[in-house]
C-alpha cells in the first residue's frame, strides 16, 4: 500500500506569506528528501534529513521518524519558488529505495 | 552542485526493439539508481546497484531489464525486448552511501 502521503495536493499562496506541507510516512521510514521540481522537470534537492530539522534560506525542513512524518515549511513565498514539490523517504533498509509523495503544486501570485 | 547526466532526453523505438538508456552518474558516488514514472503517476524505484551488482530490484524491473557499469563508465538500463507499458520517463540517480540522491533530468522513452 501506499507509503507516503502528502498534502495538500494544490497550494496557492500570495508573495510574502508561507505555509507548510506535509508527508505523513505509514511505516518507520529512515530518511527524507525533499524535492522541488522545475519547470524543465528537473528534481531539485531541497533537504535530506535523517532526523531533526534543517534550514536553508526561506525553507525549512523537519522529520519524526518516530511520529512518521516530515514538514516543509515556507516563508516568505516568492514567485520563483512556485513548481511541483515533492517529499521522498527511504525505509529502514538503507539502499536509497525512495517512496515518493505525489507532490504538491505550489503556485505563487503577485 | 553535482550533476548526474542522462543521454539521450528522449528516445523513440518500436515496440520489441532493444534500447539502451545512459547515465553518467556524479563522479564519487558509489550508489546507483533507476525510477521510472508513467505520465501522471508517481516516481517509482526500479533498481539500484552498487559494486557491480544490482543490490534491489522492484517488481517493475521485469526480466527484459538488465543494468551494468562497465569500467566505472556510463550506469546503463537496457530493455530487451520492449513493450508498449515500457514508455516512460525513467530517472537515474546516484549516491553516496547513507546521504541524499542526485537525480538526472529523465529520459522519455516512447515505445510505438
Known amino acids: 500500500g501506499d507509503q507516503v502521503e502528502q498534502s495538500p495536493s494544490a497550494l496557492s499562496l500570495h508573495e510574502g506569506t508561507g505555509s507548510a506541507l506535509r508527508c505523513n510516512f505509514t511505516?518507520?521510514?529512515?530518511?527524507v528528501q525533499w524535492f522541488r521540481k522545475n519547470s524543465r522537470g528537473s528534481l531539485i534537492n531541497l533537504f535530506y534529513?535523517?532526523?531533526g530539522t534543517k534550514e536553508n534560506g526561506r525553507l525549512k525542513s523537519a522529520f519524526d521518524s518516530k511520529e512518521r512524518y516530515s514538514t516543509l515549511h515556507i516563508r516568505d513565498a516568492q514567485l520563483e519558488d512556485s513548481g511541483t514539490y515533492f517529499c521522498?523517504?527511504?525505509?529502514?533498509?538503507?539502499?536509497?529505495?525512495?517512496?515518493f509523495g505525489d507532490g504538491t503544486v505550489l503556485t505563487v501570485k503577485p | 552542485g553535482p550533476k548526474v547526466l542522462q543521454i539521450p532526453s528522449h528516445q523513440i523505438i518500436d515496440m520489441g526493439q532493444m534500447v539502451t538508456l545512459n547515465c553518467d552518474p556524479v563522479?564519487?558516488?558509489?550508489?546507483f539508481y533507476w525510477y521510472k514514472q508513467i505520465l501522471g503517476q508517481q516516481m517509482e524505484f526500479l533498481v539500484n546497484?552498487?559494486?557491480?551488482?544490482?543490490?534491489?530490484k522492484s517488481k517493475l524491473f521485469k526480466d527484459q531489464f538488465s543494468v551494468e557499469r562497465p569500467d566505472g563508465s556510463y550506469f546503463t538500463l537496457k530493455i530487451q525486448p520492449t513493450a508498449l507499458e515500457d514508455s516512460a520517463v525513467y530517472f537515474c540517480?546516484?549516491?553516496?552511501?547513507?546521504?541524499?540522491?542526485?537525480f538526472g533530468h529523465g529520459t522519455k522513452l516512447s515505445v510505438l
Open positions: 563522479s564519487n558516488h558509489l550508489y
Open positions: 521522498a523517504a527511504e525505509a529502514g533498509t538503507n539502499t536509497g529505495k525512495l517512496t
Open positions: 546497484f552498487y559494486n557491480g551488482k544490482v543490490m534491489e
Open positions: 534529513l535523517a532526523s
Open positions: 540517480a546516484s549516491s553516496l552511501p547513507n546521504e541524499r540522491l542526485f
Open positions: 511505516t518507520t521510514m529512515r530518511a
